[in-house]
């Protein structure tokens, strides 16, 4: 499903060069939940952005879905990123001028799927994250695990086969965090694969294996208890 | 289908905006509003002042001068009344009226009084060619031509200074010696064309075969009017033709005679319109490149307060094209908005202009179609023209950056 083969990332040039990423090599199956752990600057986040696309690396290949993704030009990204991958953020990133169901829809606009269409699919992937009462609300009226719900709506909506969250129960207490794994949980049982940047041990402990970064690399992985379950089947 | 989204995106986000929106549009609102209103003032100017030169000059109306020869300070011939007749025979099914016209200026006498009058000598097809109205009597007859009779008709001003209250009808009066008789009086205050009622008050008019009995031949010119007002260009050369048959051409291998119509003043008024309208087009394209400016600078401002967004869409699978798109709709929409209330503020200003137009002359105009159309074309142009750099600018953000941008 994923594969990054001695995958570097080097921001500048010369003596003041910054490796983000050293030479990094991993995989992640269909269907699988992974944890990546790590202090601040040890590459999880550059290597969140290299898998949502948002990013190319410096040198090494990346296979998203048996395709190389790492020469691909801004449009076959864009369209890569619209199509096979679901962002969640720490901050939401809800349009805050927009309602529940219209902030669902944006992804939609860009595949170019028509509004009544659109309508009708945003209802549907808020009702399966429970909000189907609040479709017409604008993030401001909207509790913290509310709009991260929004947001979960909003990267499923296009059935994507990955889905990216860094931090996702950052902002949110404890109560609502529990909600929003519990839905991640539940996608990845539907088949969604899912890879999730966390800073705790207990969050990152609901998927089935972490890797732990530091300094650009990837300096430990382990099964959770939920390992044994762990989609082998792609 | 994306352009009508980006379209409603842009709705709500210039109208979230309304205070902001104004001030920016203030330029283009002006500016579009003061370009309808001048052009609503130019085009009526223009009606009204080609009324006036249509009501003063006949535009089925010629004249025909013999040229000037300055070394001999003579004219170059001499057209006669067989002259007159030639072209009336030649031409009279396209001519409406054809009179010679010769002024004296003669003192007329009454028993003590005297008075300076402009006398005209001519033909009873005078009347039709100025639409002469009477107030007594009648005008100068075919029979008056034909016999050279001494009659004469006076203008209004003309009768009452020779006559005071009496009535001027069949009395003789004197003009060096000579003894015509009144036969009719023009009306007060008639106004012709070409000439003001001032001056035909104070007129007078005898039959010019009489004229030449006492004054001898003399050079006169020629007034036409043709019935159809295409044939004008015709006309003007047939004339001469048929002047030239008799007269033989100059020594220079040209005409002797020259014919005019009364076109050129219609002419000086449009030249006028053109002048107007290229000054008008410099001062609104100067305007609107000042508003575009600052429709650009509020671009920039707003690709950089949505930094956030763009990172946002490109995540969500924008294209540099879907964003770039977004923002130069959203420029053009911003200007569009400006150029309607321009336009409806140019009716309202125009609206006004005519209101107080009217309180001095009879103004009549509207705001011309291809005005309105020519404002909406040129303000999309203005928002697309200078959206271009700042959706330039948000379609080639880094999407990790902006993302992260607060």
Known sequence: ?234 | MKLAEYGRMAFSEIFHNKVRTILTLIGIIIGIAAVIVIIFVVQGAEQFILGEVERITPVDMMQVWARWNPSTRRPMGIMTLADLQNIESKAGDRIRALAPMLQYSQTLQYKGNEYNCRLITTTPSFQRIYEIELARGRFLSQLDYEQRTQVIVLGYETAKELFNNQDPLNQKIKIHGATFTVVGVLAEDYQSPVFPASVNNTRGFIPISTAERFYGQNYFYLLLRVKDRSEMGYMLQRVIELLNERHGLAADGESRFQAYDMSSGLEMVSILKIVLMVLLGGVASITLLVAGIGVMNIMLVIVTERTKEIGLRKALGATRSDIMTQFIIEAIILCLLGGVLGIIGGYLGSNAALKFANNFIVFKGTVPTWAVFLSIIFTSGVGLFFGIYPALKAAKMDPIKALHYE
Not at chain 1, 21 to 43: C, R, Y
Not at chain 1, 166 to 186: H, Q, R, V, Y
């Open chain 1, 1 to 234: 499903m994923i594969e990054v083969k001695k995958l570097s990332k080097i921001y500048g040039k010369g003596e003041i060069a910054v490796k983000a990423l050293d030479h990094i090599s991993f995989q992640v199956k269909t269907g699988e939940f992974v944890a990546i752990m790590g202090p601040s600057g040890s590459g999880k986040s550059t290597l969140m952005n290299i898998l949502g696309c948002l990013d190319r690396p410096t040198e090494g290949i990346y296979i998203l879905d048996q395709t190389d993704v790492s020469k691909m030009s801004e449009q076959e990204l864009a369209k890569i990123r619209n199509l096979k991958v679901g962002f969640i953020f720490q901050t939401y990133n809800l349009l805050a001028r927009l309602t529940a169901l219209r902030n669902v829809e944006q992804p939609m606009i860009y595949k170019g799927i028509a509004r009544k269409k659109r309508d009708q699919l945003a209802k549907q992937a808020l009702a399966a994250v429970g909000l189907d009462d609040r479709i017409q609300h604008k993030p401001a009226e909207l509790s913290g695990g509310q709009r991260q719900r929004v947001a979960i709506a909003r990267a499923l909506v296009n059935q994507p086969q990955i889905i990216l969250a860094d931090e996702p129960t950052g902002n949110l207490d404890s109560k609502s965090g529990e909600e929003i794994l519990k839905i991640l949980a539940g996608l990845n049982q539907q088949g969604i694969t899912i890879v999730m940047v966390t800073h705790d041990q207990k969050v990152a402990s609901q998927a089935h294996r972490i890797v732990y970064f530091q300094d650009g690399r990837i300096v430990r992985e382990e099964l959770t208890a939920n390992g044994g379950d762990c989609g082998e089947t792609g």
